[in-house]
């Protein structure tokens, strides 16, 4: 039972490049999310997605895009990687009151 | 605009040594509370989630209380595998979760 996968674990990008963070999670939850972890701000909310089809902005959502053609996959796309946006960053699903956490991925901007 | 507080930034406790964290919070419509275990290089763990005032949930040397403005998680005789980021997080109306910055919490034996 793997739950939330994410790939890569550990990326390093150069500022101008894109890239997509994996995600897939085998619980069949329509609710899923994309988070970012910076040292001292805890977990913010970069985009959700309430089924396939539907998705919304969160509270940081500029530079990053984000799709949900099936219940499973959630992908999340650096348009053009800014150092800004070194970070760790976790998907999540949510089923009834839980949200379940990725491993998350590492991401250097240099 | 939802926020959430949590205090202290960062506790140390001598092992046995009980004590609380603190999470305030304002949020339109609140959903649920849920408090999140966090260990170094890994991702937050589910712990508990509250609904309403007064409510309470325990698990092993942990208990969670909400009021309508914070809730605190009660560390009774903690041990050192207690050691971990302490992470709260509300759900507001509109299904966002948002969460705090955390209580990094070291337990010293």
């Known amino acids: 039972n793997a739950g939330v996968t994410q790939t890569p674990k550990f990326q390093v990008l150069k500022t101008g490049q894109s890239m997509t963070l994996q995600c897939a999670q085998d619980?069949?939850?329509?609710?899923m999310s994309w988070y970012r972890q910076d040292p001292g701000m805890g977990l913010r909310l970069i985009h959700y997605?309430?089924?396939?089809?539907?998705?919304d902005q969160g509270e940081v959502p500029n530079g990053y895009n984000v799709s949900r053609s099936t219940t499973e996959d959630f992908p999340l796309r650096l348009l053009s990687a800014a150092p800004s946006q070194t970070s760790v960053y976790f998907c999540?699903?949510?089923?009834?009151?839980?949200?379940?956490f990725g491993e998350g991925s590492w991401l250097t901007v240099v | 605009e939802d926020q959430v507080t949590q205090s202290p930034e960062a506790l140390r406790l001598q092992e046995g040594e009980s004590s609380s964290l603190n999470c305030s919070y304002t949020v339109s419509g609140l959903r649920g509370l849920f408090w999140y275990r966090q260990d170094p290089g890994k991702g937050p763990e589910f712990l508990f989630t509250?609904?309403?005032a007064g409510e309470e949930k325990e698990k092993e040397r942990l208990k969670a209380t909400l009021t309508k403005k914070e809730s605190f998680l009660h560390i009774t005789a903690p041990k050192p595998e207690d050691s971990a980021t302490y992470l709260c997080a509300v759900e507001d109306g509109g299904f966002k979760t948002i969460f705090g910055a955390g209580t990094r919490l070291f337990v010293k034996a």
């Open positions: 619980m069949n939850h329509e609710y």
């Open positions: 999540a699903t949510q089923g009834g009151n839980t949200i379940y």
């Open positions: 997605s309430v089924g396939a089809g539907i998705t």
């Open positions: 509250l609904y309403s």
